[in-house]
Nanobody, 115 residues
Framework: QVQLVESGGGLVQPGGSLRLSCTAS????????MNWYRQAPGKQRELVAG???????NYADSVKGRFTISRDNTKNTVSLQMNSLKPEDTAVYYC?????????WGQGTQVTVSS
């Protein structure tokens, strides 16, 4: 059974940093790309960052230069390092993997950026 478990969310001041982690199980982790999405109130869920099975990365324009996605295939984890956080980064962040036609999601972790 595919399972994604997230951690690391919390309250941080503007300009601060957080590191989100996602631990995966139930599939061959190293064979799939992994993604971080976020959803703020009143907004569509959006792709924040993705990383391929070989380590290639892509980012939403709004987070380029501030966020870094990485993976450790020996630990079945994917992380999102978030620096220089802004209030508009406030959202629930979700770990995601697409396997064939099915999307799998973590439970979500709240990130709040506020002074």
């Amino acid at each position: 059974q595919v399972q994604l478990v997230e951690s690391g969310g919390g309250l941080v001041q503007p300009g601060g940093s957080l590191r989100l982690s996602c631990t995966a199980s139930g599939f061959i982790f190293g064979s799939y790309g992994m993604n971080w999405y976020r959803q703020a109130p009143g907004k569509q869920r959006e792709l924040v960052a993705g990383i391929t099975s070989r380590g290639g990365t892509n980012y939403a324009d709004s987070v380029k230069g501030r966020f870094t996605i990485s993976r450790d295939n020996t630990k079945n984890t994917v992380s999102l390092q978030m620096n220089s956080l802004k209030p508009e980064d406030t959202a629930v962040y979700y770990c995601n993997v697409r396997i064939l036609t099915m999307n799998y999601w973590g439970q979500g972790t709240q990130v709040t950026v506020s002074s």
